[in-house]
């Protein structure tokens, strides 16, 4: 048994040498990103050329560029960028005909104010419906003439907890938060007049359903939903005139996949057609996701771009024609592979490799696992174990997903990869509240914070213990916000058991949370914390969100911890990690704090990752990606040392 090549942090946690592959809509043109001096920007080449006929066409030196926009003139390129993660988007202009001059900043808003959606509508060429705040609390949609950069204002929203969707067609729809009871109401917008056409529980739904998007052709809306009292999520469309609900994908037992609207970067929960809008597939939860084919005319191809990896499609897109398609697939052991497909043709090839010195021999599988809670509940999981090592007996750690309502699936994971390299088992549960798993599964977590949630957790662990995989005396716990909170839990709650924890952009003290939030996230409020966690206006609340909070268990902790931080977050601000180090260095506890004054809510930059990899782990001097291909971004290229051949003993 052979153990794998001890990967450098480097590699693992680097920027990926391509991704987020888009075609021009005749099909000529790939713009993607790729990284300059360790800054991922938006390049562009034509469909048959090579990495060194392309042109970089974007210059921010401070912070990665992750999402870009074709337009109808070929002219221009869109792009939207924050500040050091500060999640104030703004909507920049690119010109490809002179792609060294600066991005012009379309929305020159005022500090605070953010853009929320971007949308271009065939029946307004030359423009883009961009949502935005300049009102502060209000969200309205403005006309940008996108080569004048002229702004007018389209539609005003009249309450400060909706707000608009606008569809390709140019169509618009309302979303309010129920001032009354907490629930999402849609509204077909006609004019200066509206109608109510759906109405859904709101804790059920705790940032809204996803997806929720106008229909191509703008008669109606694309919801994600739970019909007529189902506890499967179906995606379903509503009449925008009646109110009529149809179902367009669904699955007995399964739930559509609604992970990116909770996470952007994620799959989508349905795949469209360039052409006409419409759905061609869905994607559904399981051990594995599975892509259910919506319209048959689409089932050869579909099959055929599946052909091309052993993995799950990810994304799949097309030119207008529906001639020329990108797809990337959900993988664990090959990621971030993207293929270019010509249908006419029938021929597929790899366009490029995310990571290309990352070999599939030296990754661990993801196994997924069933296990069953105290009070009977089932729960599904995902184990990695470390390749070429006796899986029995050893340090395991257990990584702790975010939201809390979103959920880990079959993939591709940096943090789990590198502890597995180290010789660690890796443990990923969705615990109740999870999405993916069905209504009540996720309404299980009402209240529960800290709680049941958390039994969950600790009831994985005793299974991974009493399987053989984990030794009880070397567990981790490890997690990013939601899960910070959680690996703060574990060490409060339950202090004896974890030897080591990570806190990464954490939240420490729930009431200081919640009144902390942004005006932009803060409209959330009301099916989230407020209905999972209590209200903290209300004193009987306050003191159980109190009771629920790490920072008012810090004399419990003994356990060494990394405490990891972005000074620009929003979402759980600075003083969540100021207050618990500051509180375990009083007592003298162990703590290691890392500050990123260039990051938000989750680091970005790949020095800031490297950093903040778990304190455990032996990490390798700085090294540039070993194996990059000719076809690769020019990039500064660091200095490359051999890494220190280090296992885990006896801690972990």
């Known amino acids: ?40 920007q938006v390049w562009v080449r034509g469909v048959d050329e090579g990495h060194d006929d392309a042109v970089c066409v974007t210059h921010d030196t401070r912070r990665g560029i992750k999402t870009f926009y074709w337009t109808d003139d070929p002219r221009w390129l869109l792009y939207l960028q924050d500040t050091d993660g500060d999640e104030l988007w703004h909507l920049y202009r690119v010109d490809l005909s002179a792609p060294d001059r600066p991005a012009v900043d379309l929305t020159p808003l005022e500090p605070g104010r953010r853009v929320t959606g971007v949308e271009m509508p065939k029946t307004l060429p030359g423009t883009a419906l961009v949502t935005m705040n300049p009102r502060g609390d209000f969200v309205d949609v403005y006309r940008v003439d996108i080569a004048t950069g002229e702004t007018t204002l389209h539609l005003e929203s009249p309450d400060a907890t909706g707000n608009y969707f606008v569809g ?6 309302y979303r309010l938060l129920s001032p009354v009871d907490d629930a999402w109401e849609f509204y077909a917008v006609d004019g ?23 229909t191509p052709d703008g008669a109606g809306l694309l919801l994600g939903m739970y019909p007529d009292g189902s506890d499967e999520l179906a995606l379903i469309r509503v009449d925008g005139r009646t109110g009529g609900q149809t179902v367009v994908a669904a699955r007995e037992g399964r739930q559509l996949c609604a992970l990116a609207g909770l996470a952007p970067a994620m799959p989508p929960a349905a795949l469209f057609s360039r052409g006409t809008g419409e759905v ?61 497909y010509d249908a006419e043709t029938g021929e597929g090839r790899l366009l490029f490799e995310a990571f290309p010195q990352l070999a599939r021999e ?33 340090p395991l750690v257990l990584h702790v997903h975010g939201g809390p309502w979103i959920h880990d699936f079959w993939s591709f994971h940096a943090t789990t990869q590198f502890l597995a390299n180290r010789g660690y088992a890796v443990l990923q549960v969705n615990f109740r509240g999870s999405g993916g798993y069905g209504r009540a599964h996720t309404l299980a977590a009402v209240r529960e914070f800290a709680g049941a949630m958390h039994d969950d957790l600790i009831d994985a662990c ?8 984990a ?10 916000s939601y899960g910070g909170y959680s690996a703060l839990v574990g060490v409060t709650v339950t202090p004896d058991r974890f030897a080591a924890a990570v806190d990464y952009c954490g939240i420490s003290d729930l009431p200081n949370f919640i009144r902390t939030w942004s005006v932009h996230h803060g409209r959330m409020r009301a099916n ?29 902790i003994t356990t060494p911890l990394l405490v990891a931080q972005g000074a620009q977050d929003i979402r759980v601000v600075q003083a969540e990690a100021d207050n618990i180090v500051e509180a375990l260095r009083a007592r003298g506890v162990p703590v290691e704090y890392l500050l990123a004054e260039d990051e938000g809510h989750g680091f970005a930059n790949p020095e800031n990752n490297v950093r903040s990899s778990p304190p455990w782990s032996a990490t390798s001097p700085r090294t540039s990606a070993a194996g990059a291909p000719t076809d690769r971004p020019r990039q500064t290229a660091s200095s490359r040392r051999k890494p220190p051949d280090w296992r885990p003993q006896s801690s972990a």
């Not at 391509?18 to 993607?32: P, Q, V």
């Not at 390709?168 to 729809?173: E, H, K, L, T």
Request: hydrophobic letters at 40%.
């Open 528 to 556: 989230t914390w407020d209905a999972y966690c209590g209200n903290v206006d209300d004193p009987a609340d306050l003191k159980e969100l109190l009771a629920r909070s790490p920072i008012t268990m810090v004399d419990r």
């Open 471 to 480: 030794d009880p005396t070397r567990l981790g716990i490890y997690g990013g």
């Open 462 to 469: 005793d299974w991974a213990v009493k399987e053989g995989y």
């Open 1 to 40: 048994m052979s153990q794998a090549r001890l990967i450098p942090v480097e590699e693992l946690f680097a920027n990926p040498l391509f991704s987020g592959a888009s075609i021009s809509s005749d099909g000529e043109r790939i713009a993607y990103l790729a990284p300059v001096d360790e800054r991922t």
């Open 280 to 340: 061609i597939a869905a994607r559904f939860v399981g051990d594995r996701p599975s892509v259910e084919v919506v319209d048959p005319a689409y089932t050869e191809i579909l099959a055929q771009l599946a052909s091309l990896s052993d993995g799950v499609i990810a994304t799949a897109s097309s030119d207008a024609a529906g001639r020329r398609w990108l797809v990337t697939f959900t993988h664990d052991v090959e990621p971030g592979r993207t293929y270019l």
């Open 192 to 214: 200066d007049e509206s109608r109510l056409i759906c109405r859904l529980d709101g804790p059920t739904y705790p940032l809204g359903p996803y997806p929720c998007q106008v």
């Open 168 to 173: 390709a067609s140019g169509a618009v729809y």
């Open 362 to 394: 030296d990754l661990a599988p993801v196994t997924a696992v069933h296990l069953t809670a105290r009070d009977g509940r089932p729960l599904h999981a995902f184990l990695t174990l470390p390749t070429g090592v006796d899986p029995t007996g050893l």
